[in-house]
């Protein structure tokens, strides 16, 4: 059995995971406890950061919002700043899982859990988030585009701790949506979802659109691409101009919700899905935003 | 490694001695609050709900030495009248009852946050709460009656009883 460790301090946290051989960080434990249960943790120490002042913190930047990592997902979602910084970051923190995990699973934990299936990067992706990284060496950032490098596996070297999500503010002009699609229960894990977010674009200057895209669950690690639209184009072709971007990094693991190319599918309909609603809600659209409820 | 926490778990203050990898659900089943049931033991179900200073978790996921002063309550906690009890027998929203005490936790943290919520919102908030018998058209009609029974005798947001 791992030993467990509640360090008061983010220096002590750093010296036990530089210290012991194959120390985890236990963050909110959702993951870590199931990895348990299925004999499958192998770590020999966890350093749980619960105990860390500090680090449950989501502040405003000049640029945007910067989160705490033990901050839970539910904190984020309900959180009125980050709702009004970054509304798409707000909506896809609240479609992971139920509400009891999301008030115990943490931001920093979520990331680092690198699960290809996760609804958060979708989203993170999208709005060009960074994550800072602490270990007794010092501190790093790395952009979340570089965060997901392989199949289960993160940027987070051995001995690192994420020390807070830095997401820059979301263009008020902008509209963004994430679709999430299930092939068992409603609140399973996605068989495949897309986060957009449409951006730039005057009506009558003729300025380009950009369409961001993340998608989560179709390839070994979330993934990220973004395409560009005359400023006058239709829902349709945008949806097109997007459907063929996201081609290409589709790239789906068979199992128990589906194979691959009903997965294939499934994740083209979400882009269409989270573009052409995305498209919609771009506030010059429709001179309003669309109600923002949660849809399944 | 075993420690000693103190949580007060539905009013009273408890000294346990408990192991690292202890989890929440079999403390507080081992000092019978055994409405806290496992189910699932991986956070999909409901059956271990606990609310913790009115939040709900899932305890079969939770270790308990991290809940040392944690204010924790439970559905046989609750008070004989409670309202959302009372509409949950009221409506009949029950049959083999296994579930139940989650559902009730769950619709005490929705309802202190959103008193008047719709059927959606609802369903939203009891997405992660398994009944294996079926009885959700009667879940949902309880929530709503005992969110209208509140607005109507004006129990004041954010009281759980
Ligand atoms: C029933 C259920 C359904 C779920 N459904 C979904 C879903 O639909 N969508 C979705 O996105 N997710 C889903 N999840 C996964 C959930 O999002 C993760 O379990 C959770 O976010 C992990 O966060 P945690 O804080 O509990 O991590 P932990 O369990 O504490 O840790 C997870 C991993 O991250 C590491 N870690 C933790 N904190 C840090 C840190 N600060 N720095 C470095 N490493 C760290 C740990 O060492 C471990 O490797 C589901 C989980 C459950 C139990
Ligand atoms: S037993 Fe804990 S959620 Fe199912
Ligand atoms: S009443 Fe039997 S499981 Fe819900």
Redesign the pocket.
């Known amino acids: 059995m791992a030993v467990f460790h509640r360090p008061g301090t983010l220096g002590e946290a750093c010296a036990l995971m530089a210290e012991r051989g194959d120390a985890?960080?236990?963050?909110?434990?959702?993951?870590?406890?199931?990895l348990e249960k299925q004999g499958v943790l192998f770590a020999s120490d966890l350093v749980d950061?619960s105990g860390i002042p500090g680090l449950a913190n989501i502040e405003e930047t000049s640029s945007g919002v910067r989160i705490g990592?033990?901050t839970t997902?539910r904190a984020v979602e309900t959180s009125p700043l980050v709702r009004r910084v970054t509304p798409l970051a707000a909506r896809v923190y609240g479609?992971?899982?139920?509400p009891r995990?999301r008030n115990?699973?943490?931001v920093?934990?979520?990331l680092?859990?690198g699960?290809y299936?996760?609804?958060?990067p979708t989203a993170l992706l999208v709005l060009d988030a960074t994550v800072e990284l602490t270990s007794s060496g010092g501190t790093r950032t790395v952009p979340l585009r570089e965060f997901f490098v392989d199949f289960q596996r993160t940027a987070?070297r051995p001995g690192?701790?994420?020390?807070a999500v830095e997401i820059p503010r979301q263009d008020e002009a902008a509209g963004s949506w994430f679709a999430k699609l299930s092939s068992l229960s409603a609140?399973?894990?996605?068989c495949a979802s897309a986060a957009a977010l449409v951006t730039g674009g005057r009506r009558f200057g003729r300025v380009a659109r950009r369409i961001r895209l993340g998608l989560g669950a179709v390839a070994p690690t979330p993934v990220f691409t973004q395409v560009e639209v005359a400023a006058d184009a239709g829902a349709d072709e945008a949806v097109d101009a997007a459907r063929q971007a996201a081609e290409p990094l589709i790239d789906p693991i068979p199992d128990v919700r589906g194979g691959v190319a009903f997965k294939r599918h499934l994740a083209l309909v979400a882009v269409e899905e989270a573009v052409r609603l995305s498209w919609e809600e771009r506030s010059d659209a429709r001179g309003f935003f669309r109600d923002r409820r949660r849809r399944r | 490694m075993s420690a000693t926490i103190e949580p007060t778990v539905n009013g009273v203050r408890r000294r346990l001695t408990v192991e690292d990898d202890d989890l929440l659900l079999d403390v507080l089943r081992q000092i019978g609050r055994t409405s806290v049931r496992e189910g699932c033991g991986?956070?999909?179900c409901g059956a271990c709900t606990v609310l913790v200073s009115g939040r709900s978790v899932s305890s079969c996921?939770a270790r308990a030495i991290r809940y040392d002063q944690a204010e924790i309550t439970t559905a046989d906690g609750l008070p004989e009248d409670d309202d959302v009890i009372e509409a949950f027998v009221e409506a009949g929203a029950m049959q083999c009852g296994y579930c139940i005490p989650g559902f009730v936790l769950m619709s005490h943290e929705l309802l202190a946050e959103n008193p008047q919520p719709s059927r959606e919102e609802i369903a939203d908030h009891l997405e992660?709460n398994i009944c294996r018998c079926g009885t959700y058209p009667e879940i949902l009609a309880a929530i709503e009656s005992a969110a209208r029974r509140r607005s109507q005798s004006g129990v004041p947001i954010g009281e759980t009883t």
């Open positions: 985890m960080v236990y963050g909110g434990g959702t993951a870590v406890q199931i950061i990592p033990m997902l479609h992971v899982a139920n995990v115990t699973a943490s920093g934990g979520n680092a859990h699960d299936r996760l609804d958060p987070v690192e701790i994420i020390t609140n399973d894990w996605p | 991986v956070g999909a996921l992660g």
